[in-house]
């Protein structure tokens, strides 16, 4: 039974975090959204520790799905990187902001870029795409992230400082043209370069949040050196080029890794 002790412990985190903002909010909201995403990613653990081969795949669509359907084209509310300076600047704790602080900014020193590799809706999408290992070696272009983190802030500010009406309203369309871009720029990349997740290490402007607080990551992979053979097939399937057989924190893309598990599941020696 102890091998489920993981599941039951996420599970246990979520709903912590749900009943406190349940009640703290005095919003049923919280507790339905941050039992579901709990629940979810404890029965996709739960699918991995059974060694069922898409388990991750399974918790990346209940997650990413119902973000992107139910909250953002139902309840209208801008998840995208718009929608956290929105609520920012408004002064709100609500929904965006909760969740950049959950999911993106101060849960990572907890559980790294788990967002990447289970919940985003963004990848979700990208994931199905053919290129699953890198076909072509890293570029240096991951500046490019940094220019869209800037713009966003810009065009939010922007609004407010020109006291455009309606900016809920501008907001939500913003989410809806921002998820199409996304999706397009990801497929078109993922397809140059060879590489489903060239969007990630390149564009997202979240990651300018993810990376370096992911780098202080609580949870790790971590290679058991005795049992290593130096075989590299843990790098050759890694999506993120992440040399994980380092256990330093400052190991070759270390704030890359997305908790995958590939390189744990190719390993011939159970040595991760
Ligand atoms: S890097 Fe960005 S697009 Fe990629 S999984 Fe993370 S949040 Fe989603
Ligand atoms: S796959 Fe396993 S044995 Fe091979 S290099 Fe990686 S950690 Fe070592
Ligand atoms: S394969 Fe391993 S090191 Fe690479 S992203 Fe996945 S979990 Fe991280």
Known sequence: MKKYLMPVLMLAIFETVAVTLWLTKDNLFYL????????????????????????????QLLVGLYMLIYLGLICNENMQIEGFWYYLFTGV?????????????????????GWCGYACWTAMVLDFLPYKVPGNPRKRIGWIRYIIFAGS????AALFLAKVGNIERIMFWAFIVGNVVYYAVGIILAYVFKDNRAFCKYICPITVFLKPMSYFSLLRIKCDKDK?????????VCPMN???????????NGTECILCMECVRNCPKDAL
């Not at 339905?32 to 918790?59: C, E, M, P, Q, T």
């Open 32 to 59: 339905f959204n941050f039992s579901y995403i709990g629940l979810s990613i404890s029965f996709g653990v739960f699918l991995f520790i059974r060694k069922y081969k898409h388990a991750r795949r399974i918790v």
């Open 93 to 113: 704790f609500e929904a965006a902001t909760i969740h950049y602080a959950v999911a993106k900014i101060f849960g990572p020193l907890l559980f790294g870029r």
């Open 153 to 156: 802030l810009i065009f939010v």
């Open 228 to 236: 290593c053979i130096s075989c590299g097939k843990c790098k050759k």
């Open 242 to 252: 992440v040399d994980v057989t380092d256990n330093s924190r400052k190991r070759l």
